[in-house]
């Protein structure tokens, strides 16, 4: 069981940077993938980032691809998503999720979310 709480979100202007965290607890922290995914208002939620429990593989929507990096501090139990240039577009609630199983795309590959949080792009 993984437990995970989402920080750093806030209200921007168009072109700076912002960094969201992710802390885990439970057991098994450094074998999950782990992913980030948003959804703006009326919208599906969508798939943002993800990384292998290794790390050594990441994976992103061509929408953020070059301004949004994803990394994991496994001493601290910690996902990150820096993100720079933001677009009014990027605003949406963004949510971690964790994966016991293999990098994916879809909602249905992530067995634990957490609650999101609110990122505003203003232009």
């Known amino acids: 069981q993984v437990q995970l709480v989402e920080s750093g979100g806030g209200l921007v202007q168009a072109g700076d940077s912002l960094r969201l965290a992710c802390a885990a607890s439970?057991?098994?922290?450094?074998?999950?993938?782990m992913a980030w995914f948003r959804q703006a208002p009326g919208k599906e939620r969508e798939f943002v980032a993800a990384m292998r429990w290794s790390g050594s593989n990441t994976y992103y929507a061509d929408s953020v691809k070059g301004r949004f990096t994803i990394s994991r501090d496994n001493a601290k139990n910690t996902v990150y998503l820096q993100m720079i240039s933001l677009k009014p577009e990027d605003t949406a609630v963004y949510y971690c999720a964790a994966a016991n199983s293999a990098v994916g795309y879809e909602i249905t590959d992530y067995n634990y979310w957490g609650q999101g949080t609110q990122v505003t792009v203003s232009s």
């Open positions: 439970g057991r098994g922290f450094i074998r999950y993938a």
